[in-house]
């Protein structure tokens, strides 16, 4: 019988780091994967993303060198070492990864795990013809990309981004269904390599669960790197053409509307991978798709956890890795090490856009009283010197008490210093709190001491407004 401490059910940023944390505190941990270890964040997702992304924008610098004096003939990419790159990122994690299980003493089963009834007290796990046992299991299968409903949806050419990785070429022209997190960064990819591309967005504006600000601000730079956006466009069907491209038929302001490209990408969101993951006989309680779980992770079902997108909510990396790491620390009883309820998020645009906590709107709707404060980028240096595009950094903060509640950033590595204002939030740090610190010049982050500054009308580099204090 092959009896384990912890089970855990794929290995994602979720799982991987689970399992890794469990051998830490000494637990004799298996990790079940069908796939290759790091999930679809590192395999498919997040890092081959932001692989191309960093490639492309490079690509679309040396074009416009002349704007630092510099001056490049002959500029042009080729996309199968782009690929090549990309896929080198990928596989050099993956092994990091391997060599993490390993060294850790994690037993690393390969296969696809479905959950059982228990049997004698004891949780199992079955992967293909073997049963393996543990007091504890953490369900960890992730997401996948979800398809539309609608007619044409299984044409060769409507592909999601596991299928758009895929492709050997860049498409001259294509037509992304989405203007998400995951529409934007490709449409960013893309566009910077050159290609012709059209945004459909249902919603009335991308980046819909953002700050209305950056969702405008991104809109207006990427119609000026020639990205066709119509939002309120609701996707009715897809049909082949004759010349062999594809067309999405949407709904705009009443007509019926069409727009045609080498390949149609649908990037409207992702599902949680539950088929196939619980045995015939076992149910746990559920919320609409998704798995249900109390505050540490516990789902129904005695002894087993889930977490990631199997659970819903804000669907990142690393809001993965922290559940994880929080339904280990309940298993083994000891005291939680990270807040998982402030999660900051990222946007790899150019510029970058990150968030976390409170919008001043959702404060607002939540009837607490706030006072806000905003740095224009435009006026930083180290903005300067780089030429950035438009950008911004706004912090929101208790009325009276100045407690930091959400900070919204629209600029270069707004993705790295987003973690400031999450430190601030998870420790009640105030706005007077975080100006003691002294920001290093010339830097992107000085824009912080300047947007905690105009809370108090004091932003040094900002045209003067009445003080607060």
């Given at each position: 019988?092959?009896?384990?401490?912890?089970?855990?059910?794929?290995?994602?940023?979720?799982?991987?780091?689970?399992?890794?944390?469990?051998?830490?505190?000494?637990?004799?941990?298996?990790?079940?994967?069908?796939?290759?270890?790091?999930?679809?964040?590192?395999?498919?997702?997040?890092?081959?993303?932001?692989?191309?992304?960093?490639?492309?924008?490079?690509?679309?610098?040396?074009?416009?060198?002349?704007?630092?004096?510099?001056?490049?003939?002959?500029?042009?990419?080729?996309?199968?070492?782009?690929?090549?790159?990309?896929?080198?990122?990928?596989?050099t994690l993956v092994g990091g990864v391997q060599q993490l299980l390993?060294?850790?003493?994690?037993?690393?089963?390969?296969?696809?795990?479905?959950?059982?009834?228990?049997?004698?007290?004891?949780?199992?796990?079955?992967?293909?013809?073997?049963?393996?046992?543990?007091?504890?299991?953490?369900?960890?299968?992730?997401?996948?990309?979800?398809?539309?409903?609608?007619?044409?949806?299984?044409?060769?050419?409507?592909?999601?981004?596991?299928?758009?990785?895929?492709?050997?070429?860049?498409?001259?022209?294509?037509?992304?269904?989405?203007?998400?997190?995951?529409?934007?960064?490709?449409?960013?990819?893309?566009?910077?390599?050159?290609?012709?591309?059209?945004?459909?967005?249902?919603?009335?504006?991308?980046?819909?669960?953002?700050?209305?600000?950056?969702?405008?601000?991104?809109?207006?730079?990427?119609?000026?790197?020639?990205?066709?956006?119509?939002?309120?466009?609701?996707?009715?069907?897809?049909?082949?053409?004759?010349?062999?491209?594809?067309?999405?038929?949407?709904?705009?302001?009443?007509?019926?509307?069409?727009?045609?490209?080498?390949?149609?990408?649908?990037?409207?969101?992702?599902?949680?991978?539950?088929?196939?993951l619980f045995a015939d006989d076992v149910q746990p309680e559920m919320?609409?798709?998704?798995?249900?779980?109390?505050?540490?992770?516990?789902?129904?079902?005695?002894?087993?956890?889930?977490?990631?997108?199997?659970?819903?909510?804000?669907?990142?990396?690393?809001?993965?890795?922290?559940?994880?790491?929080?339904?280990?620390?309940?298993?083994?009883?000891?005291?939680?090490?990270?807040?998982?309820?402030?999660?900051?998020?990222?946007?790899?645009?150019?510029?970058?856009?990150?968030?976390?906590?409170?919008?001043?709107?959702?404060?607002?709707?939540?009837?607490?009283?706030?006072?806000?404060?905003?740095?224009?980028?435009?006026?930083?240096?180290?903005?300067?010197?780089?030429?950035?595009?438009?950008?911004?950094?706004?912090?929101?903060?208790?009325?009276?008490?100045?407690?930091?509640?959400?900070?919204?950033?629209?600029?270069?590595?707004?993705?790295?210093?987003?973690?400031?204002?999450?430190?601030?939030?998870?420790?009640?740090?105030?706005?007077?709190?975080?100006?003691?610190?002294?920001?290093?010049?010339?830097?992107?982050?000085?824009?912080?001491?300047?947007?905690?500054?105009?809370?108090?009308?004091?932003?040094?580099?900002?045209?003067?407004?009445?003080?607060?204090?």
């Amino acid at each position: 019988m092959d009896k384990y401490d912890l089970i855990v059910i794929g290995a994602g940023p979720g799982g991987y780091v689970a399992a890794i944390r469990g051998a830490q505190k000494g637990l004799n941990v298996a990790v079940i994967e069908a796939d290759r270890v790091g999930g679809t964040c590192l395999n498919r997702g997040c890092i081959p993303t932001k692989a191309m992304i960093h490639a492309s924008s490079l690509y679309r610098e040396m074009q416009e060198g002349d704007r630092f004096g510099l001056h490049a003939e002959g500029v042009s990419y080729d996309y199968g070492k782009i690929c090549d790159y990309k896929q080198e990122t990928v596989d050099t994690l993956v092994g990091g990864v391997q060599q993490l299980l390993k060294g850790n003493k994690v037993t690393v089963i390969e296969g696809r795990g479905i959950l059982q009834q228990p049997e004698n007290g004891v949780n199992a796990v079955r992967v293909g013809d073997d049963v393996y046992y543990a007091d504890n299991i953490i369900l960890a299968a992730g997401s996948k990309p979800a398809s539309l409903p609608v007619e044409g949806a299984e044409l060769p050419k409507v592909i999601n981004s596991d299928g758009l990785f895929a492709l050997d070429h860049a498409p001259e022209n294509l037509v992304i269904i989405g203007g998400g997190v995951i529409g934007v960064e490709f449409a960013t990819v893309f566009s910077n390599l050159g290609s012709k591309i059209t945004i459909l967005e249902a919603l009335p504006k991308i980046l819909d669960n953002f700050d209305k600000e950056i969702s405008q601000n991104l809109k207006m730079i990427l119609k000026k790197r020639g990205v066709d956006i119509h939002t309120s466009a609701m996707v009715s069907r897809f049909a082949e053409r004759e010349d062999g491209s594809v067309t999405a038929f949407y709904e705009e302001k009443g007509k019926e509307q069409s727009a045609s490209g080498d390949y149609i990408l649908v990037a409207a969101g992702r599902r949680p991978v539950t088929e196939g993951l619980f045995a015939d006989d076992v149910q746990p309680e559920m919320n609409g798709r998704y798995v249900k779980v109390d505050d540490n992770f516990r789902t129904s079902i005695p002894g087993v956890y889930a977490i990631g997108d199997l659970i819903g909510g804000i669907q990142l990396a690393h809001a993965a890795s922290a559940h994880g790491i929080r339904a280990v620390e309940n298993i083994c009883g000891s005291s939680d090490s990270q807040n998982v309820i402030i999660v900051p998020a990222g946007v790899y645009t150019d510029p970058e856009i990150a968030t976390v906590g409170m919008t001043e709107s959702q404060a607002k709707e939540q009837g607490i009283e706030v006072v806000t404060g905003k740095f224009i980028m435009s006026a930083n240096g180290k903005s300067l010197i780089t030429k950035e595009e438009r950008g911004f950094i706004k912090v929101v903060a208790e009325a009276g008490t100045e407690k930091i509640l959400g900070a919204q950033m629209m600029c270069a590595r707004a993705t790295d210093m987003i973690g400031e204002f999450t430190t601030a939030i998870v420790n009640d740090l105030t706005v007077s709190d975080m100006l003691r610190s002294i920001m290093s010049h010339p830097t992107y982050s000085e824009g912080i001491g300047e947007a905690l500054e105009d809370v108090h009308g004091m932003s040094l580099h900002t045209a003067p407004r009445p003080s607060r204090r």
